[in-house]
T-cell receptor
C-alpha cells in the first residue's frame, strides 16, 4: 500500500530559527513529490515539485531535498517568520496512475515571536 | 486569474438534507479534483475529471455522493442525503496536467447536524 509518513507531527520554533521537516514514502512507481503549505482555513498552496532526477529545489526561504534511493524528502525553512505558521503537507504522485496522489498527514508548524 | 473558486465557504445543514458544493476551476486547466479533509483522515481524493469526464471515482464514499462537470468551467459535488459523518472541509483543485502543481480552492466547510 502506498504511504507517505511525515515527521514531526507538530513543531514549535522561535522566529528567526531554521527547521527541517521530514517525509518518507513508499509510493511506487514514483512520479514526483510535492510540498504544500496550508494555512488554517485555506486550501493547500504548492511550494515545490520535484521529479525523480531532482535532488533539491528552492522557493525563497523554503528548500526541498529528495533522495529517490532512500525514498526520503525534507523541507528546510530558513530564518522562519510568523507567517510560516501552517501545516506542511508532503504529497507523492504515482508514475503510472495519472493523477493519483498520496498525501502525508502533514506537519503543523508554529513559529513564535 | 481569480484561482479556483468554491462556494459556499461554509454550509451548515441538517441530517438528511441535500447539499451541493460548487467549484469553478482555473480557465485552461484540464483536470479537476474533489478532495475531502478531516482531522482523522487528512486529505482524501474523492473523484477527478479530465476534460469534463470523470476518470476515477473510487474515492467517493458511497452512493450518497455524486459529482458532475457539465462544462469546463463548473463542477458540483452533491451529497444526498447528508449525514453527520460527512462533516469535513471539501476542496476542489485544478491542474493543467499530471506533472504540474495543483491549485486548490479555499474549501467549503460542511457541518451536518
Amino acid at each position: 500500500k502506498n504511504q507517505v509518513e511525515q515527521s514531526p507531527q507538530s513543531l514549535i520554533i522561535l522566529e528567526g530559527k531554521n527547521c527541517t521537516l521530514q517525509c518518507n514514502y513508499t509510493v511506487s512507481p514514483f512520479s514526483n513529490l510535492r510540498w504544500y503549505k496550508q494555512d488554517t482555513g485555506r486550501g493547500p498552496v504548492s511550494l515545490t515539485i520535484m521529479t525523480f532526477s531532482e535532488n533539491t529545489k528552492s522557493n525563497g526561504r523554503y528548500t526541498a531535498t529528495l533522495d529517490a534511493d532512500t525514498k526520503q524528502s525534507s523541507l528546510h525553512i530558513t530564518a522562519s517568520q510568523l507567517s510560516d505558521s501552517a501545516s506542511y503537507i508532503c504529497v507523492v504522485s504515482e508514475g503510472n496512475a495519472g493523477n493519483m496522489l498520496t498525501f502525508g498527514g502533514g506537519t503543523r508548524l508554529m513559529v513564535k515571536p | 486569474d481569480a484561482g479556483v473558486i468554491q462556494s459556499p465557504r461554509h454550509e451548515v445543514t441538517e441530517m438528511g438534507q441535500e447539499v451541493t458544493l460548487r467549484c469553478k476551476p482555473i480557465s485552461g486547466h484540464d483536470y479537476l479534483f474533489w478532495y475531502r479533509q478531516t482531522m482523522m483522515r487528512g486529505l482524501e481524493l474523492l473523484i477527478y475529471f479530465n476534460n469534463n469526464v470523470p476518470i476515477d471515482d473510487s474515492g467517493m464514499p458511497e452512493d450518497r455522493f455524486s459529482a458532475k462537470m457539465p462544462n469546463a468551467s463548473f463542477s458540483t459535488l452533491k451529497i444526498q442525503p447528508s449525514e453527520p459523518r460527512d462533516s469535513a472541509v471539501y476542496f476542489c483543485a485544478s491542474s493543467p496536467g499530471q506533472i504540474y502543481g495543483y491549485t486548490f480552492g479555499s474549501g467549503t466547510r460542511l457541518t451536518v447536524v
